[in-house]
């Protein structure tokens, strides 16, 4: 009875051993994980800075590559955590990887999607068709890049919504962060007023903004663009840094109502009459 009640003192002492030994294993192993991460991702960071202050790289690149790195980095250290937990419990990760592979080969056809993602995001990347901080429009979704990834790429819309792409749906990308912007400005004018004097209008509004710093060119008055059913359209067209067009546009817009309100121009606006018959005018 004596060696039962012995026997049962040492396998309990023998577990809470086991159990704070491998306790203070995966602590450390925790532990080494994230501080490798945070001092992965500095020296990233830093590495990343350097390079681009001796080679030159855009700012819109640097980011690009730095999300990129970061990502792949953060995956590494996540498959060497979970290996090294495999290690703790003595798990051989041989026959599981070896598994694995005879699974894979069954879902192999299921995984050409993900095969497809990383490929394109690969050519993607090496061809510098979008950055972060792009403006561009692609299948069917239009915004600010955010992320560009070897599987998923992020668009932020204008209303706010994050767009997860797959990089294998990216096709035909527009991309309107690419050299100078072109700022146009369409204005229309009613039949009756003076086109000549609308245009020297207009060409004194130019003339003003050729010295706004947005602008890299003109902008210029083109001239007659259409003739509406109501309206005369005169168009304007100057080019603009980076992401300046839509604000150029909008104070162009402002000061040619302010200028046309002073000289009499009249911008046509749709009308409504209204006939009213009485009962007098019916007799009628």
Partial sequence: MNFLTDGL????????????????????????????????????????????????????????????????????????LVVMIFGVFDIQIGPLIAGAGIIGLAIGFGAQG??????????????????????????????VVEEVGLRTTQVRSFDGTLNFIPNRNITGISNHS?????????????????IDHALRVLQEICEDFQHDERFR???????????????????????????????AERDMKKAIKEAFDKEGIEIPYPHQVFLQRTEESAKQ
């Fill in 114 to 143: 993900l095969v497809s993602d990383v490929v394109t995001g690969f050519f993607i990347l090496l061809e510098r068709q979008i950055e972060v901080g792009d403006v561009i429009t692609t299948s069917g979704y239009n915004g």
């Fill in 217 to 247: 060119e003109g902008p210029d008055v083109i001239g007659v663009q259409e003739l509406g059913a109501s309206e005369v359209t005169l168009r304007i067209i100057g080019h603009t840094a980076n992401m300046e067009q839509y604000g």
């Fill in 178 to 194: 690419r050299g100078n912007m072109r700022a146009m400005v369409d204005i229309g004018i009613s039949y009756e007023d003076d």
């Fill in 9 to 80: 003192n040492f396998n309990y002492d023998r577990l809470i051993e086991v159990i704070i030994s491998v306790g203070l294993q995966l602590l450390l192993i925790v532990i080494g994980y994230f501080v490798l991460r945070a001092v992965g991702k500095k020296l990233i960071s830093s590495s990343l800075n350097k390079a681009s202050t001796k080679q030159r790289i855009s700012t819109s690149r640097m980011v690009t590559l730095e999300k990129l790195l970061l990502n792949t980095y953060g995956y590494t250290l996540i498959f060497l």
